[in-house]
């Protein structure tokens, strides 16, 4: 399904070497001003070329207003953002097309669309999209800026290729002339207690499923996570501390029973290698039948985990903004 | 929301002390054989007091039919069914109304209810609603059984309280007088490629939704998972080798770009240790504004992380036949 | 699909002659209070058997509380009420079984279901579900009345047998032994403006979407409906005469551009007649290809028509709160 | 809410005087052969200025392709179409602002987005929008065709003005310098028996809802409609008379229980006069507070309802192509 969320709700469409991505942000409320500008900062930390280990591919970015603003605010009506694929280069991926790429989605793309799946450079699968979650991101943070302005969500690297040391990560892909991994590490502060909407909408439950949509994620946890399998009760347990809900210790990640609990909201998120690595590789030739070495060209991250961190903000964004709203229903 | 899936769809309804908790399945094909004894395996694996390490308070878990069932076979119409309330003890819970458990929904319950929640044993927040997942996901795999046979989903624990030993690792919890957690792996085999919903349905997105529905989830990692972060790509990357998709490695966990690829899907979930512990433990108490020392009484699990793998697997199972069901559409 | 809402969701179950229907109310504030007597009046108004006209068979229709109720008041978890079917009588349809009754939903049940569909009494199909639509309403109206008291939604028979004078109607059924049709108009007023979701959850398309779920129901028109179609626009459009949207006509009943505009929401809806009749009819037995004469014994309305306008009432009434409900997110 | 649908699903967005429409379509099987050229006659159906009685505006009305159509077929991922409003003038409207038109949704935009919403020409709530309903409608119909051939959806306008001579209508309003309503029918045979979803998903509740997103309309009725309310029910009953579900008569429009029955599925709908009419009018001035006499400028139609029929018939296709493939999971 091409839609995420309740009443704060996306649409997303396009392929990575059509003439263009776009999004559709429903329910937005009106009178919140937007300009183009308000996207530069996110859409700059999301572009490549602007940092080592990135890809030299730069797209322009720039979001074109199709509907839902109007004299500079929102106006209620939907929002429609579209980004122009002004720099695809059709051509780098004609070769491939008969050997799918190992780690990307081009076989299962072909599977699934009984062979009529776009297959250049990802095609509708491609991290192209993510430009897409990023204005929609931008635009749930004004919405939380204009009522909530305690919420701040801030998420950074926080290791790569298995290194605390960022740097010393990307040079380890460097050296090896190979991509790497890394985790993404996202906090929101601010959040009031009571957001999940119980059985099946914890906040766990929206994070996950649309951090899971960002192409690479391979694993999400919250608080202190896989660790917690370790420990003991007494150990993991956050006492309250005082009655707004604070606790001492926070291994929950701010979520208790799937409801934020007014601590820190804390998640990590494991980012694979790119699959497009400089690397040698083998794959079937389907084709032929035959397996195949090669190595893919065209332009690629290093890690794809350094352009993943302003993506997973806006997805949370969006997330916070659609339960706060969700929550509102209780003062009918 | 009380709802999940597309066209395999449960809604849940029920507290741990209340008189019954229930499960809607809608969407269920017609003329598949249904019968109490149908249940009693999965739902035996989920019971406590059948193991040690488990809580003593056993539900008789008899799941009765309300609808959706005639003469022995579903009708097409919603099947209902619910699990009557046995063995509650109320009053086991009265004094800790004021001091919400550490670990527990309970105050973040009453926060988003305004107060109204039913505090006891959990309400609507406690682990006891798992046993109507495990019913609709004894459905979900009658129906993959009746047409994809070849699927096979199985989910185990496969650390306790950070041993890969499981004894060893409940003796642990003992001589502790503490609780603790432990990782569920789940395995689900011969599944088609081609499952999974761009773009934001993809099959880890469904799965992970509503796995972390299940209360004392912190976490979930598919194939490699958290380790893929630190490796190189030309390592992780899974080289196809037959034209049916199979791959030589599947660090993938057998979804890729959202989409299953006929490889087996894993995944890896950390359940944290169970909130009431024996242990001595402080919270604050509401009414007085004081922290408090008290231990919670009651019936409960040294690692809820035992019963978990169930229930795993019946989510898994019905996330598997919703997406089986939308991929028909592509026969229209 | 068995669930209708976006905030204030309900999902039904059950069939006529099986154990139980039930409903499940998702959705609804904490802190309501609510009681079997708050049902009575309603349930009354649409049981049979009280009045000249309807079936003898009467259901003592007493709300059964499952979950979400708590010391007298809503507690935030889903609300889940059942009726027990205890007046059944499974073997006056048996007989029926290969021969579909005209007007009926035997035939198709069968063939969607693939032959496995109840079809006592018309299973799922049968109207008796009603009256969880009713128990769903009862909560609607207390939510209403809540926040909102100044909104008052009534609905009544205005035309029966094609008679405005509903007793004279009501003979002409008795004098021809045959069952007929109604007209039941409904009225909310004190409906705030702005209630409706663009584009495609129009308060109307809301309304009908529901108000067609109910059996028996052939058409629906909006304020001066069908007739608009005949009229002139400068005629038809109502002129607004206050700075709260007060119009001088109500011909739109009180919706335009699908949006409430303060005025009187106004519809009517066509409910055929009762398809059970006393005469004799003929259809096809499908066991032996011969057209069979028969006439329906059983107990049944004299025209459904009469019990329908509290059902009318009741899924009004969880639109407008549901769309109060989503109308609030402005409010973030 | 911009999106409807299950599986077969459209998210629209736009205003009358923005830069564009258009239309998402989620859920398109893969391998269907599409081209602009398809959608020629569909479109011009719908666009005025070309028949007596309809506005002089006229749109190029070329769609664009910006996803989803990949070497001239559907791909399988979302297909995003838009049309340019090319042949816009804002400024008719500039001085209409203060005064809201009676019959438009003008007074309850500004009131449902708070002022903040696009006034130019009805802005969201135009007429304007139905040219994505056609769009999509045309790649629906195409999903029909090359799965059901059988299936013709057919719609018409069958009374103008009051009268069925439809030239006669337009005469009458033209004489009038007023504008006319008009009903509209639609009939769609060769539909399979079995489509609809119990108990809210009625193949009527379906139609209704998003016949209802089309402005101006005021009524729907299926089969014999509002008639039916005036009948006996051995007159109304329709006899099946043969395996297959034929019935003698069809009063019932094809529907049964919410379910297509084989039969052809027949619906009449009120279409409103165009509320922008030549004659005179009064409304409010919002600003001033006095009551206005006025004449809409502007380029309008004298009957909207010549342009509903194949916007009726776009969404009518939808309907059953995605009831179609919800009815094909139960092949699962």
Known sequence: MNSFGTLFRISVYGESHGPEVG???????????????DFENDLNRRRGGVRKGTTPRTEADIPI???????????????????????TRGEDYDRLKAIPRPGHADWVAQK?????SDYRGGGHFSGRLTVCLVAAGVIAKKVLQSE?????IDAG????????????????????KDS???IVTCTASGVPAGLGEPFFDSA???????????????????????KAAGMFGAEHN??????????????SGGIVGGISNGNDVIFRVAVKPTSSTPKEQTSMNMETGEMETFSVKGRHDLSIALRVPVVVESVTAMVIADLLMQNERVRV
Chains 1, 2, 3, 4 share one sequence.
């Not at 290729?161 to 990560?169: E, L, R, T, V």
């Not at 499923?209 to 996570?225: D, K, L, M, N």
């Not at 956050?238 to 291994?251: L, Q, R, S, V, Y």
């Open 157 to 176: 690297v926080t290791e790569l290729g298995g290194m605390s040391d960022i740097d010393a990560g990307l040079q380890k892909a460097i050296d090896a």
């Open 112 to 116: 699934k669309f009984a062979g009529f």
């Open 204 to 226: 766990e439950s929206l994070i996950s499923h649309i951090v899971f949509s960002i192409p690479a994620i391979r694993g999400i946890e919250f608080g202190t996570g896989f």
């Open 65 to 87: 207003f199709k509907s839902g603003v109007f004299k500079g605010k929102t106006s209620g009506a939907p929002i429609c953002i579209s980004f122009t694929n002004s720099n």
């Open 238 to 251: 956050d006492p309250i501390i005082n009655p707004d809900g604070k606790t001492e210790t926070n291994h």
């Open 180 to 182: 790497v991994g890394g």
């Open 23 to 37: 999004v559709i942000i429903d329910g937005c409320p009106p009178g919140i001003s937007l300009s183009p500008a």
């Open 148 to 152: 909530y302005p305690a919420i701040h």
